[in-house]
């Protein structure tokens, strides 16, 4: 008999979790070949999600929650979900019913026929969400996509089944600044692809603001591509010839014409830009630099202030 892990990440949920369970509990009734193992992880949420959580939890031995000691971001609670899960296909589905369980058979279908190592859904609309923000995502993918090797797919969610070798795979990569769609790219194998139409988030609010998506997917670039330092030599170089050739030009022209004072307004301009280049590079150095700072200090990825995890092992 297979068994499923479901991993959800849960930063406040109270509102969704009710609406997510039961209609998780609903699917899991019509696959009775299979048994289940649900991984909640409260990524320090401040209102009622982990007593919630432990309320399901009492009644339903499947159960297994982690309670972080505050919020370690959505990436952390998927990478502990990924150390803790048991099953031999395990899965990623959000608690706001934006990754409809409704979907659960078929890539269970898909993934049990052994044709592919992984599930995975991409929506097809972004009906819902604000346009200047699928402006920007449309661009992140486009620019990630040319500047790194990874596939990193648009519209790709974390919503995957996944089989044990790659779960293995992906908890092999045990680095800091993870960047999950571009690891599933990044460890490869068979995957399958389901598209479906957004769903609207069934209750509460997004939890990602422009600002912390905008980090997000600098560390997307950051830990997929070197490109942008290389961009930025490129940039050098070119700069540096220009003014070679620049030079010539003026010393040639002084020696013919002399050298009336003219033209601060146009020096001031080329400094400016000379200026602003050199900072946008060292810029793009210094988050590198960050980066390579921040995973050489080796800190763990989520600390665990509660959890049921070693309670149902004993069972
Ligand atoms: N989430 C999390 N930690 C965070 C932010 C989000 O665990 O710091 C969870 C959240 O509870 C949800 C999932 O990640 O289950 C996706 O978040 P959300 O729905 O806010 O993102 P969106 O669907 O808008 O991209
Ligand atoms: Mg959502």
């Known amino acids: 008999m297979d068994k499923i892990s479901i991993i959800t990440p849960c930063f ?57 000691s505050r919020n370690f971001g959505k990436e952390s609670a998927m990478y502990a979900g990924l150390i803790n899960a048991t099953g031999d296909y395990i899965a990623f589905m959000d608690a706001d019913m934006q990754d409809p369980p409704s979907l659960l058979p078929e890539m269970y ?32 993918y486009k620019i990630i996509n040319k500047l790194s090797k990874s596939d990193i797919v648009d519209g790709a969610r974390d919503f995957r089944l996944m089989n044990r070798k790659m779960v293995d795979a992906i908890i092999s990569i045990g680095e800091y600044n993870r960047f999950s769609k571009g690891i599933f790219g990044w460890v490869g194998f068979r995957t399958k692809w389901l598209p479906y139409v957004n769903v609207k988030r069934a209750a509460g609010e ?22 942008p330092l290389a961009i930025a030599s490129i940039i050098g170089f070119l700069l540096c010839f220009l003014s070679l050739a620049l030079l010539c030009v003026i010393v040639v022209k002084t020696l013919l014409w002399g050298d009336p004072v003219s033209g601060w307004p146009s020096m001031t301009c080329i400094i400016l830009l000379i200026g602003g280049i050199q900072l946008f590079s060292i810029g793009i150095l210094g988050q590198y630099l960050a980066k390579t700072y921040i995973e050489t200090k080796k800190r763990p990825l989520f600390i665990v202030n509660e959890d049921n995890i070693n309670v149902n092992k004993e069972k």
């Not at 998780?24 to 649900?38: D, P, S, W």
């Not at 949420?45 to 939890?57: P, Q, R, Y």
């Not at 992984?118 to 992140?140: D, K, Q």
Request: net charge neutral.
């Open 109 to 140: 279908r898909y993934i049990s026929s052994g044709e592919y190592d992984s599930v995975a859904t991409r929506r097809t609309t972004r009906e819902g969400e604000p346009p200047i923000r699928s402006f920007f995502a449309r661009m992140f």
């Open 206 to 227: 997004t939890k990602w603001s422009f600002w912390k998506l905008f980090l997000y997917s600098l560390e997307g670039i950051v830990a997929f591509t070197t490109a």
């Open 12 to 68: 406040n949920e109270f509102d969704s979790l009710p609406i997510f369970y039961s209609a998780i509990k609903e699917v899991t009734l019509h696959m009775k070949e299979q048994n289940f193992e649900f991984i909640f992880i409260d990524d320090g949420s401040k209102d009622n999600t982990l007593n919630i959580i432990k309320n399901f939890s009492e009644h339903d031995s499947r159960i297994k929650f982690i309670s972080f």
